[in-house]
């Protein structure tokens, strides 16, 4: 498949270890989800290549950690410029990867490289503390310091930002990288790969792996050599990484899944929450882990909101390939997440739910699922309690501002939340109730670089972006300095 690249140097398939391109036999297809053709095959990892990564990166953490915060800085924001010097070459191949649309892919782009120049700056500010001393002998202080070697483990809904979320922070705090992509969409991390190489970042300080989970993931999480596992995916998956990581007692940071409520209360403007819950619910298909999961409408407005958000789904979204004009919604990631849907959707009719609009398979394929509204849902359902990973909205109705929270609260996740509302009492009040780690008020877009991002139960543990962000990545050190009297 050509993908008509400005630069095609970018599709790099090989491994990734110690600043050098790897070919190995054992190849896996990458596949475009919007109409299965093969793009390309990439090398795959065995766990002795796993373990020549995590050596390189250990031999690079000796001098990288000595290099000074501003002096990383440099090639950090040459890496920022070169992504987006090549953004339309790297939305390109991550549209064909991953299927979103070309305007979401941008989107990624941008999005992802931000964390970079982020940390790139904000590194440069891992402050320690003096601390008042219990005896005039002696003078104490905190100092942090990078923690080692870090396995970064990414999913394949956002092929570039989680990788960049991950590795810009870690890098910038004076860590190197071991990252293990997503089988489904390695080439946007490997083209990553290829211009940290170009940004001067030195040798073994990023390296890329891809392949089975099962060989590549056992080795990075048993290896003592490995401080700190930061994981993007599933809860599943993310508690044997847990279990796994208790073996060498690693720092961790995962950031898991979630069901997000979306709470239209009846003061709500509500044109601006459509826009919201369109944003919110239907970019990348729904295939985000701060998507929308539930919409609970206040019952007073229930039939004026559901009649004005099928207009809008109706009217304003179009399936299709990620690179035609005019499409809103690509294809699902495979056959299996199309299932998942099938399957969520199907149950929850069984249980009394209705369909509003959409409600199966697309006729464009079988990765294609129509943008779908499901009525009469209560939050039992399985649409309700499962993570829904696609473009199913399911309205649940409710009286009271008590009884929205808590169905809201009533899940073991908790990621992302939003509602709507112009009453500033209410605001603060339900934003404050909500058991989820980030809120968003009158808004169904809140991430961005500066602000923490990450969630409280089964969603994880620790935050990505912000001034928080680096503290996942270092360690702090106490330091007492005793005997001044004499
Ligand atoms: P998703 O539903 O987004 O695919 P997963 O949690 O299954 O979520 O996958 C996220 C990342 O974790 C992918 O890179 C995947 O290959 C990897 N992964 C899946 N299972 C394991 C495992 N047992 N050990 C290590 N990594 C894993």
């Known amino acids: 498949m050509d993908l008509q690249l400005n630069d095609p140097s970018l599709l790099q398939t090989g491994l990734f270890i110690n600043g050098q391109w790897l070919d190995r036999e ?58 987006m010097e090549n953004h339309d070459d790297l939305a390109k191949i991550l549209t064909a990867e991953q299927g979103k649309i070309l305007a979401e892919a941008k989107g990624e782009i941008a999005y992802g490289a931000n964390y970079i120049e982020w940390f790139a700056e904000e590194a440069k500010r891992i402050y320690g503390d003096t601390i008042p001393q219990p005896s005039n002998d002696r003078r104490l202080l905190c100092i942090k310091q990078p923690i080692g070697v870090v396995a970064c483990i990414t999913p394949w ?58 060989i590549i993931g056992p080795t990075l999480t048993a290896s003592p050599t490995v401080r700190k596992l930061s994981f993007t995916g599933s809860t599943e998956v993310g508690k044997i990484l847990l279990k796994e990581c208790a073996g060498t007692v690693k720092k961790v940071s995962m950031e898991l899944g979630g069901n997000a409520p979306f709470i239209i209360f009846d003061d709500a403007d509500l044109d601006a929450t459509i826009d919201g819950l369109l944003a919110s619910k239907y970019r990348n298909s729904g295939q985000t882990c701060v998507c929308t999961n ?127 509302s112009r009453d500033i ?36 543990m620790g935050r990505e972006g912000s001034k928080y962000g680096l503290d996942d990545y270092l360690e702090m050190k106490y330091i007492c300095m005793g005997g001044l009297d004499s």
């Open 26 to 83: 054992i190849t896996l297809d990458v596949t475009d989800p919007a109409t299965g053709k093969v793009i390309t095959s990439v090398a795959t990892a065995s766990a002795e290549d796993t373990e020549q990564a995590i050596t390189a990166a250990s031999v690079a953490f000796d001098s990288w950690k000595m290099v000074t915060a501003k002096e990383r800085a440099a090639p950090l924001q040459r890496w920022f410029k070169l992504i």
């Open 294 to 420: 539930r919409v609970f409408v206040q019952k007073s407005i229930e039939k004026e909101f559901s009649a004005k958000l099928v207009e809008a789904v109706e009217s304003r979204l179009s399936i299709g390939n990620g690179f035609a004009e005019g499409v809103t919604n690509g294809p699902l990631i495979n056959k299996g997440a199309v299932s998942t849907v099938v399957d969520l959707v199907e149950r929850s009719v069984a249980q009394g739910a209705c369909i509003l609009t959409g409600g199966s398979v697309s006729e464009l394929g079988e990765n294609y699922y129509q943008p779908t509204i499901l009525g009469n849902v209560t939050n039992d359902m399985p649409i309700a309690q499962e993570e829904i990973f696609g473009p199913v909205a399911p309205l649940i109705t409710f009286e009271t501002e008590e009884e929205v929270i808590d169905m809201a609260n009533d899940t073991n996740v908790g990621l992302a939340a939003y509602f709507y």
């Open 157 to 214: 809904n956002f092929p570039n930002a989680m990788l960049t979320r991950k590795i810009a922070p870690a890098v910038a705090a004076g860590c190197t990288v071991v990252c293990k992509t997503a089988s489904e969409t390695p080439l946007s991390a490997l083209a990553l790969a290829e211009l940290a190489k170009r940004a001067g970042i030195p040798d073994g300080v990023i390296n890329m792996v891809v392949g089975k989970a099962s």
């Open 425 to 460: 009492g209410r605001v603060w009040r339900v934003s404050e109730q909500l058991e989820y780690g980030i809120v968003g008020i009158n808004e169904g877009i809140i991430s961005n670089e500066m602000a923490p991002f990450g969630g409280v139960k089964e969603s994880g």
